[in-house]
């Protein structure tokens, strides 16, 4: 049975977005920034050889005509190409929806980055329904700091913390022995209901547990999605026959649509191993690997991002070698999280796009593309499977 891996390194961009502008991220680059604070910092260049052997430095330099600071040309081994997000939003289910063949042509409700964002007939309509005391935050944040900063009082008075970011999400943080885990999901339940329209794109429950001035999130976060507005590469490829496998956040992203198995981890260690379990069932294994977004990216950590990268390139290394000659790879991103970048929410970038494997294009460059839907269509061949949205890469 034919068997592809699909890994996203979750926020893992290269800058020269040609509408970062209109976000507020003009200049923005995950990657160039990462490599340049390695070489000023840490006195070498970031180290990606696995990566690179498959083209990424070449895809870098088709967005900026130069390569990340610090790298020197070298034999490429895959096929790569640089993509464009043509999606209106910079969040993960429009990146990930629209590199499946479902671009996010449609306006998403945002919360105004104002004191007080989320609106008081909603907060009503949830505090009635869940019979909670209120809320708290109801502002922009980052996640661990909103924690770390409300969490103890939100266990002493019992009232969950409410938060958003530029993406178009309503989170929802409460501890997990104290409030609840399965209270924390009834209550995300009713606000997926309630925000429907106008529609927020995901309503994410975040426990956390731990005392006051140690409190850490914990692996039961759950994202609760709208489903793409039509049928996925996933699906397509599901009702052809093969396997779809989605192994961490990709259930989800895409509300468990189009897969025939998911597999829930959290970390990457446990998203390598999951995804070896995964292959014993052929076809298609997506994989997200979101701490580069979750625990770098959005806590503006560059060492932190550059040194997971170093990490995930070196178990990337030791994957390659477990393939078998009929499999293939590709690697890409959702958007960018620039470290360097002010704030913390996502930047708007192109992504790099890396392949190899038996039905992959042959080595070497495949310009920029137009969409993150190429990548979907050329996935779809793969497996024999034609897409409406997207060029075949190759």
């Known amino acids: 049975m034919r068997r592809l891996y ?37 006195g070498r ?46 969040d993960t289910p429009s990146g990930h929806w629209e590199m499946a063949g479902v671009p996010a042509r449609w306006d998403w409700s945002y919360y105004p980055k104002v004191a007080g964002c989320f609106p008081g007939d909603l907060l009503d309509h949830l505090y009635r329904e869940a019979g909670i005391p209120g809320s708290l935050g109801n502002c922009h944040a980052s996640g661990t700091e909103i924690i770390e900063r409300l969490g103890e009082e ?9 938060y958003t970011s530029a993406d178009s999400v309503f989170q929802i943080a409460a501890h997990e022995e104290h409030f609840g885990l ?43 999605a709208v489903p793409p ?11 052809s026959g093969y396997p779809v496998i989605g192994v961490g956040k990709i259930g989800d992203i895409f509300a468990h649509t189009g897969m025939t198995r998911e597999i829930k981890a959290s970390g990457h260690s446990r998203l390598w191993d999951a995804t070896r379990e995964g292959r014993s069932d052929g076809g298609l294994i997506m994989t997200n690997f979101v701490d580069f977004d979750m625990k770098f990216g959005h806590r503006r950590d560059p060492r932190g991002y550059g040194l997971e990268l170093e990490e995930w390139d070196r178990e990337f ?49 495949y310009g920029i593309r137009e969409s993150f839907a190429d990548i979907g269509a050329t996935v779809g061949k793969f497996f024999g499977v034609e897409m409406d949205e997207g060029e075949v890469i190759g």
């Open 6 to 42: 699909w890994f996203i390194l979750d926020s893992f961009g290269v800058g020269g977005a040609p509408d970062a502008g209109e976000f507020g991220d003009e200049g923005s680059d995950t990657l160039g920034h990462i490599a340049e604070w390695f070489l000023e910092h840490e």
């Open 229 to 239: 507005p039509k049928p996925t590469v996933l699906e397509f490829v599901k009702e």
């Open 317 to 365: 290394g030791v994957f390659l070698s477990e393939m078998s000659p009929d499999d293939a790879v590709v690697v890409t991103a959702d958007h960018g999280n620039d470290p360097t970048w002010v704030g913390t929410d996502h930047t708007r970038e192109r992504v790099p796009v890396l392949m190899t494997g038996k039905g992959m294009p042959l080595s070497g460059g």
């Open 154 to 162: 939100s266990v002493r008075t019992g009232k969950p913390i409410f």
């Open 45 to 90: 260049p970031l180290s990606l050889p696995n990566l690179e052997a498959l083209g990424l430095g070449g895809a870098y330099r088709l967005v900026h005509d130069r390569l990340p600071a610090g790298w020197q040309d070298s034999p490429v081994q895959g096929a790569f190409a640089a993509a464009t997000e043509i999606s209106t939003g910079k």
């Open 182 to 224: 399965a209270r924390l999901y009834e209550l995300c339940e009713l606000a997926r209901e309630a925000t429907m329209e106008p529609l927020v794109g995901r309503v994410i429950a975040r426990p956390f547990v731990g005392e006051a001035g140690a409190f850490v999130r914990t692996a039961n976060r759950k994202d609760y």
